[in-house]
């Protein structure tokens, strides 16, 4: 899942960079409202965390260009302001959820979730792309109704190829959700995750290799 954070402090961004990163988040930090702007037109992004209290911009702006371009991007404010009145007013400029600093970063990433997955159009943890269905819950694949075992970290590449099917992910984003940034990773680890789940859903074109990139899923 891949997040924008949009926060200046340094301290609180390295926090909530780490936090995340390690709930399976692929997380990009920018931290002023101008550069958040620039890479939101740049690439897309499952869901954005964004603090108010930016140098540059107010976040409350940055929230309402993204509105009036009409971005779906689900986003969460950060802020220290806990006022009904505030609240009120970010929600109306398009704000999805908010949490007042500090924070609990297991509610954080769990309220993220719940995010992406309403912006998805389903409240359940079951994903479904063609003939496969992903269910996270109770970490069940099926293939045309068919029960597979997969381990792991092949759970975790075809759950992420299956959360954007149409998007090419880098091998960089991919690696970091199926090996959660460990240290030491075999530089073919990757290419073996993808051989053995090609092998599992009975059908080496369904994951597409794209040169120089990554992957892609294509079972629609």
């Not at 992004?45 to 964004?50: E, G, M, Q, R, S």
């Not at 792309?129 to 109770?138: A, E, H, M, Q, S």
């Not at 984003?173 to 053995?196: R, Y």
Request: charged fraction near 25%.
């Amino acid at each position: 899942m891949e997040l924008l954070l949009i926060e200046d402090d340094a301290m609180l961004g390295q926090a909530v960079e780490l936090g995340l990163s390690e709930r399976q988040f692929v997380v990009q930090w920018v931290r002023t409202g101008a550069a958040a702007i620039s890479e939101l037109n740049r690439q897309p992004y499952d869901v954005a965390v964004l603090d108010l209290g930016l140098p540059d911009l107010d976040g409350s702006r940055v929230l309402a260009s993204l509105r009036k371009k009409g971005q779906p991007l689900p986003v969460l404010i950060l802020t220290a302001r806990d006022d009904s009145r505030e609240v009120v007013k970010l929600l109306d400029l398009g704000a999805d959820d908010y949490m007042v600093k500090p924070f609990d970063m297991n509610e954080l990433a769990a309220r993220l979730r719940a995010l992406v997955r309403r912006q998805r159009g389903y409240a359940s943890q079951q994903l479904q792309v063609g003939p496969l269905t992903l269910d996270d819950i109770n970490h069940q694949v099926r293939v045309h109704n068919q029960d597979i075992t997969l381990s792991r970290r092949e759970f975790e590449l075809l759950k992420a190829l299956m959360a954007a099917p149409d998007r090419v992910h880098s091998r960089d984003k991919l690696e970091n959700l199926v090996f959660c940034n460990e240290q030491q990773v075999e530089s073919n680890a990757l290419e073996v995750h993808v051989h053995n789940l090609r092998k599992k859903l009975g059908n080496k074109e369904w994951i597409q290799t794209i040169r120089g990139v990554g992957y892609r899923l294509a079972c629609n």
